[in-house]
Structure formats: C-alpha cells, structure tokens
C-alpha cells in the first residue's frame, strides 16, 4: 500500500456572520466542519455533494488560498497550516488547482504563453528561450499545439482553456492537484476527452488528484475512493467500487439513486428526499440530515451527533446512526 501525502485531520471553515453599523459578528456559517481524510501517493479520492456542501471550500483551505478555522492539513508530513509566507510559496510547485471555470481563471490581457512563462519566471524553474521550449512541451502534452502560445484566452474554447488550466497547474511539476469540478461547465464529449487527459497525466507523471464534483458518474470514473460531503461534513467514505455497489449512508442511497444507467430497458427506483438543505449557519441538532432522512430514528438522530468510523473492521467509513460504530462514546440509541 501507497504511503499517505496528504493528512487532513478536523478540519473547520467558519465565515463569521457580521450586523449592524459596528458589523459585529453575530455568528458563522459553518463552511467546512470537523472534516479529516487522508489521500495516498498516485491515488483520486472523489469528493461529491450537493452545491453549497463545502466541497471547493475543503480544496481551496488545502491550499491556504482560504485560510483554516482550525485544524490541521499534513502534506508529506509537513503542517500545511503553520507555514510562513517563504514555505508556502515553496509548496506550491507541489500543490497545484484546476479551477471550475476556465475562462475566469486565466488573465484575459496576457497569452498563454505569458502567462506559463511568468510562472516559470517566478517558481525560478526556468527564464527566456527555456521557458519558451517548456511552454511548447507544456501545450503538446495537453492536447494543444505550439500555435496556441501566442494566442488569448478569449481565442480558444471551453475544452481548449481548460486545457490550458491544466497546462498551467503541471507547469511547476506538481505532486498534488485539486481538481475543483474541472469539467462541469464543458459539454459532455468534452467532459470524456477531459477526464481521459486528465488520467493519462496522473499515470505518465504519477499525479495524485483530489477531484471534487457533483456528477457521480464522472466520480466513479475517475476515483479511486470516494467521499461524500453533506452541510460541510463527510458523511461516508469508502472504495469507489464498494461505496458504488453498498451504499450505507440514506444521504449517499438518494444521491445515487438520481444517477440514470445507461440502457432504457432499467430504471433506477428514485429516492425523493423532502425538505430543503438546512443554512450552514443554523445546523440542526443531533445529526445534521435527519430532517430530510428517510430512515430517522426517532427520539435519537435528533439529539445524538454521529461520528465517522469504519463498519466491522473495514476501510468503508460512516456517520450514520443506523450503525453501531457511528455511536460517540458513552451513547446508545434510545428506547
């Protein structure tokens, strides 16, 4: 087994809650609450939810490009959240992001090639002609051709820029990269051609990706586990193909019951879950789905909070109720 490159242990995102003429913070909308998960060297853990569970915000705080409430994000070993300005500028040649939308994220006034020269320039990994022959190889690797170095990025198409995201994330050779739902906005063709790409890198250059989507299709594709968030917390975890094929929490049984299978002779029985996604900044009590949970048991899941633990001695993890494990120390389910 691989060993771990990255450690996140109780991770919090909390944006304070600011009213009035003085804006004193009258609470916080609890982004990302209380996450830990590991991810191993040359592996893809899928992070799937609904909009507004606090998937990019989990990519973004492993980057510091948000700053943590608390916690704790080990990279080989390192503490990610105590570095100083000089450390974190030397992580990010192993730490890299490939943003959702590929047009906002490239600057619209430089070309291409500017824009990978000036990061070359400024990682001190190469100036002039050798840079220039970087940015050539960098183009060709993605799918792109030497041509496109003098061009804008409102020249190129969606797919062609998100190629270009991707050009600019290997730039600096990276270890790591968070993949924030890098291809949602492009057609489904271009999704594949995309998602083969992004796969043929990770094993030439033994690349190890943190891909978070909302396409669960697209997840089990690329993934090698899978994690599923739920109003800033994981709720399950386990092996693409386990969680896939024995799906244990009632949050992550609706969400694949919505993904449709690919032959019109079957249909999938739908899970219909009632009720609206409870505000970040008013959590419920207890766990946080059961007013929208199916398999609620009453008179518990309203007031006992569950912890994440693995069921019968597996790698397959849950924050369920309904299991055992589930239990924090010194609870029972009530009578």
């Known amino acids: 087994m691989s060993e771990i490159l990255l450690k996140v242990e109780n991770l919090k995102k909390y944006f304070p809650i600011k009213r009035g003429l003085l804006s004193k913070t009258v609470g ?33 705080t492993l980057l510091r490009l948000i700053e ?42 430089m070309t291409v090639g ?42 190129f198409s969606g797919g062609q820029r998100q190629r270009i995201g991707i050009a600019r994330a290997l730039s600096v050779q990276p270890k790591f990269i968070v993949c924030d739902e890098p291809v949602s906005a492009l057609d489904v ?5 995309i998602i083969n790409l992004l796969q043929d890198l990770q094993k030439e250059l033994g690349l190890t990706y943190l891909f978070i989507s909302h396409d669960l ?46 032959d019109p002779k079957k249909k999938r029985s739908r899970i219909i879950l009632t009720g609206d996604v409870p505000s970040p900044a008013n959590v419920p009590t207890g766990c946080y789905f059961h007013p929208r949970c199916p398999k609620i048991i009453i008179g518990t899941c309203e007031h006992v909070r569950p ?29």
Do not use: W
């Not at 990302?32 to 606090?54: A, N, P, Q």
């Not at 063709?189 to 051609?193: F, P």
């Not at 912890?307 to 009578?335: D, I, R, W």
């Open 28 to 60: 916080y909308v609890k982004a990302v609450d209380d996450v830990s998960f590991t991810i191993r060297k040359g592996e893809t853990l899928g992070l799937v939810g609904e909009s507004g569970c606090g998937k990019t915000t989990i990519g973004r």
């Open 114 to 155: 500017g824009m990978i020269s000036e990061i070359l320039k400024y990682h001190e990994i190469s100036e002039g002609e050798n840079a220039d022959k970087m940015v050539m190889e960098l183009l060709e690797k993605v799918g792109l051709s030497k041509l496109h170095a003098r061009r804008y990025p409102h020249e």
């Open 68 to 109: 943590p409430t608390g916690g704790k994000v080990e990279f080989e070993g390192h503490n990610i959240t105590e570095m100083d300005t000089k450390e974190l500028k030397k992580l990010r040649k192993d730490i890299q992001i490939i943003f959702q939308d590929p047009y906002s994220s490239l600057n619209p006034r």
């Open 189 to 193: 063709s271009i999704q594949s051609q």
């Open 307 to 335: 912890v994440l633990a693995p069921l019968n001695q597996t790698t397959h993890e849950v924050k369920c109720l309904l299991y055992p494990e589930s239990y924090p120390e010194g609870e029972t389910m009530a009578a």
């Open 217 to 262: 299709s697209v997840v089990e594709h690329i993934s090698d586990r899978v994690a599923v968030m739920y109003l800033g917390q994981i709720v399950e975890i386990a092996d693409c193909k386990e969680l896939y094929a024995h799906t244990k929490h009632p949050y992550s049984e609706a969400l694949l019951s919505a993904v449709p299978i690919p």
